[in-house]
């Protein structure tokens, strides 16, 4: 199996800054993605950018410019460094990971969710 763990919510103004971290562990090969999605009170999950191991990123339209993904592939982490924080970004963030796995010799593939972490912009 593959945990995620995230770090880093928190309450801030509008107009401030967070930054969220991510580390998978388990008996991981390799991973292929990894993401950071997020739910607000009411509505749907909704991806918020993700990073392939070449790093190659992809952004919601409502966060491009002010957010920014990165992930270091040695530790297995991913983070998200979040600038000029709205209000509409309170949710629940999520981080995501895809690839492969190995338990008894045997490879398998993965999608594993971390348990979420809040972020709150409220002044």
């Known amino acids: 199996q593959v945990q995620l763990v995230e770090s880093g919510g928190g309450l801030v103004q509008p107009g401030g800054s967070l930054r969220l971290a991510c580390k998978a562990s388990?008996?991981?090969?390799?991973?292929?993605?990894m993401g950071w999605y997020r739910q607000a009170p009411g509505k749907q999950r909704e991806m918020v950018a993700v990073i392939t191991s070449g790093g190659s990123t992809n952004y919601a339209d409502s966060v491009k410019g002010r957010f920014t993904i990165s992930r270091d592939n040695a530790k297995n982490m991913v983070y998200l460094q979040m600038n000029s924080l709205k209000p509409e970004d309170t949710a629940v963030y999520y981080c995501?990971?895809?690839?492969?796995?190995?338990?008894?010799?045997?490879?398998?593939?993965?999608?594993?969710w971390g348990l979420g972490t809040q972020v709150s912009v409220s002044s």
């Open positions: 995501n990971a895809v690839g492969i796995t190995k338990s008894d010799y045997v490879f398998h593939n993965f999608n594993s």
């Open positions: 388990g008996s991981i090969v390799s991973i292929n993605a």
